[in-house]
């Protein structure tokens, strides 16, 4: 297992040791000096393994070496040596001086150092979490995201780890190696903590039903998974400042997981609008160019039965298929997608062309069905100029394509339906000789 962020404090029985090591050779350096050099600073030797202690071992080693430079330099240097009284006042004034030094630089020194772990420990947190970060980034979907997720957070933690989707039932997505089911009970307590968007489970609440502790992802609209922790010998997995970091790490979870959905989501958009793009061209086609067909296929056979031509049974077969064929595809047409849409806006004329209604200034307009095929078909192709024939053959048939008093009657009725009443121009342009169009800068 690769070392993790928390690791156990330095043994104190291994920092004692080291403190009495360093004030041993103190001594006997000292005694060597001074039996050689009388007069040498003997105080300052006990310096050295006072800041030593208080910057490798700790605070409360520090303080005993603090008192142990001031009873051993009292014991082998005062008069009368080898004793702790002290018969000169100026050794009294040294030996005070020097637990005074201890004493403060031990406690500068075990400020400085506690400071240093402490900005150690927050770079390395914020590493992990950086790191974390970057690995769910390669993530594209949910099953990536809870396998990386798991696998991290065991690393950190030295745990177990399994990952609960959120859902009608909650279900495994992901576990570290082992971790391949999860027990009835322990999911109806991942279940409890992604309901209650809190922590469940063992030595929190549940615990007699699960070995595992579960920590829900939450985001801004609820808890998207659990993550599970456990350890084999059933101590809590995360305390203390971990529980801090695992908050932090889990919400990049939840970042990951907003992320991918939005963009499955995006992507399933682009497929759609792709998709109905096609769908619109294909039903298009079938209107625009399958149906006038049809009609005509239906004019010659009513023409042959006007005339006498053919069989009838024959025609009448045709003519039934021809109609049964038509309603089919006019039934497609009004499928297009354009029509599904929200209503078309001209001014103050609203057309609803799936719901086949026309309102002005929200107000209701009564048309006629011929009267609201003409206007379906100009709204339609708003802005471009429909022929005569073209508007007559799509609304009475290819039979009547010359009779333009049909649509004159039509395009007449409409502009006084639609007539806004302070003589503006009119939504419907006439273009003499050619077609009528429909103004797309509204009334």
């Known amino acids: 297992m690769p070392p993790t962020l928390f690791a156990p404090p330095r043994s104190t029985w291994q920092g004692l040791g080291a ?69 000169n006042p100026g050794d009294a004034v040294t030996v005070a001086m020097l637990l005074l030094v201890g004493l403060v630089t031990s406690h500068l020194v075990t400020s400085l150092r506690a400071q240093g772990e402490l900005a150690a420990f927050h770079a390395s947190r914020n590493a992990t979490i950086a790191g974390f970060a970057r690995r769910l980034l390669s993530c594209t979907d949910e099953a990536a ?44 307590v991942a279940g409890q903590a992604l309901a209650a968007a809190a922590p469940a489970g063992r030595h929190i609440s549940g615990g007699s039903l699960t070995d595992w502790q579960f920590h ?26 971990g529980l801090s970091l695992l908050g932090n790490l889990l919400d990049q979870v939840a970042l990951a997981l907003e992320r991918a959905r939005l963009e499955s989501a995006g992507r399933e958009n682009i497929v759609l ?49 021809t109609a049964r064929l038509t309603g089919f595809i006019d039934n497609l047409a009004d499928l297009d997608l354009a029509q599904e849409q929200e209503p078309l806006v001209f001014g103050d004329v609203a057309i609803d062309l ?34 005569h024939r073209y508007l007559l053959r799509a609304v009475w048939g290819p039979a009547h394509e010359e009779n333009v008093d049909y ?37």
Not at 216 to 241: M, S
Not at 408 to 430: E, H, P, T
Request: hydrophobic fraction near 50%.
């Open 216 to 241: 829900p992802v939450c985001a801004a609209a609820g808890a998207l998974a659990a993550a599970g922790l456990a350890r084999a010998d059933g101590a809590p997995p995360v305390d203390g400042d």
């Open 145 to 188: 995201i809870a396998e990386v997720a798991a696998g991290e957070l065991a690393r950190i933690f030295a745990c177990h780890v399994c990952v609960v989707g959120a859902g009608a039932e909650p279900r495994l997505i992901a576990g570290t190696a082992g971790v391949d089911r999860l027990t009835p009970a322990d999911l109806g």
């Open 273 to 321: 609008r792709e998709r109905d793009a096609l769908r619109a061209a294909l039903l298009g086609s079938i209107g625009n160019d399958i149906r006038p067909r049809l009609h005509a296929i239906g004019a010659g056979v009513r023409t042959l039965q006007r005339g006498g031509g053919g069989d009838p049974a024959v025609l009448q077969t045709m003519a039934g298929e």
């Open 354 to 387: 799936y719901r086949r209604t026309v309102t002005r200034r929200g107000a209701a307009v009564h048309l006629t069905p011929k009267e609201f095929a003409v206007l379906a078909e100009l709204a339609r192709n708003a802005g471009r100029v429909l022929t």
């Open 19 to 87: 403190v009495l090591a360093m004030f041993a050779l103190a001594t006997a350096a000292g005694l060597a000096m001074a039996a050689r050099w009388d007069g040498f600073p003997v105080v300052l030797l006990y310096l050295p393994p006072v800041l030593a202690a208080a910057a490798f071992a700790g605070r409360w080693q520090a303080l005993l070496a603090a008192v142990a430079a001031t009873l051993a330099y009292n014991f082998f240097f005062t008069e009368p040596t080898y004793t702790l009284l002290i018969h």
């Open 407 to 443: 649509l004159r009657v039509a395009i007449s009725a409409l502009r006084r339906k639609l007539d806004d009443g302070a003589g503006a121009a009119d939504l419907i342009a006439n273009e003499p000789a050619v077609g009528y169009r429909l103004r797309t800068g509204g009334l």
